[in-house]
Antibody, heavy 118, light 113 residues
Framework: EVQLVESGGGLVKPGGSLRLSCAAS????????MNWVRQAPGKGLEWVSF????????YYADSVKGRFTVSRDNARNSVYLQMNSLRAEDTAVYYC???????????WGQGTMVTVSS | DVVLTQSPLSLPVTLGQPASISCRSS???????????LNWFQQRPGQSPRRLIY???NRDSGVPDRFSGSGSGTDFTLKISRVEAEDVGVYYC??????????FGQGTKLEIK
């Protein structure tokens, strides 16, 4: 069974940092690109970041560029999102999702909640 | 970025009746390979998004055949032939043509009348 399990969310103060993880199983991880997509409380979906299967193509939404860093460890079947200089507007559920670009996010994880508040 | 505009944003439907959601793009979604990467997602209350339709009209595995997608260029439609109680949730269109800057529509909330 294909599974994506996110972890690492929590409460952090403005200006703080957090590292999200996404563990993949049930498929050949190295075949797929991966995305992070977020959803603020009661709002719609916003694409955050993309990383190709071999990490040679990495992209960010303008809203997080320069503050967030995506990476992956194919040996561990995992993808990560390092979030620095967090702002209140980064408060959201963060989903990882696998991708065969340009198909876009296909299978999604259950999400991990990030709350940025003093 | 490509803007996707969904309508309506709220859709009350009687059980057993059909439903239709429109998604219009600010740019053509025809990709250089000739395919159109427009997908539809369902998000039930408290759940993660689930893809229903990919490349305009292809149903994902396990998706009931009462769901269908159509359209071309910049205008697309998701139809549910007969709404069931389990269809309650928010539906999003998403474009992949202009990847990696994937964009989503605002979402359409389907509820039972």
């Amino acid at each position: 069974e294909v599974q994506l399990v996110e972890s690492g969310g929590g409460l952090v103060k403005p200006g703080g940092s957090l590292r999200l993880s996404c563990a993949a199983s049930g498929f050949t991880f190295t075949t797929y690109s991966m995305n992070w997509v977020r959803q603020a409380p009661g709002k719609g979906l916003e694409w955050v970041s993309f990383i190709s299967s071999s990490s040679d193509h990495i992209y960010y939404a303008d809203s997080v560029k320069g503050r967030f860093t995506v990476s992956r460890d194919n040996a561990r079947n995992s993808v990560y999102l390092q979030m620095n200089s967090l702002r209140a507007e980064d408060t959201a559920v963060y989903y990882c999702a696998r991708d065969l670009a340009p198909m876009g996010p296909g299978i999604w994880g259950q999400g991990t909640m990030v709350t940025v508040s003093s | 970025d490509v803007v996707l505009t969904q309508s309506p944003l709220s859709l009350p439907v009687t059980l057993g009746q059909p439903a239709s959601i429109s998604c219009r793009s600010s740019q053509s979604l025809v990709y250089s390979d000739g395919n159109t990467y427009l997908n539809w997602f369902q998000q039930r209350p408290g759940q993660s998004p689930r893809r229903l339709i990919y490349k305009v009209s292809n149903r994902d595995s396990g998706v009931p055949d009462r769901f269908s997608g159509s359209g071309s260029g910049t205008d697309f439609t998701l139809k549910i032939s007969r709404v069931e109680a389990e269809d309650v949730g928010v539906y999003y269109c998403m474009q992949g043509t202009h990847w990696p800057r994937y964009t989503f529509g605002q979402g359409t909330k389907l509820e039972i009348k």
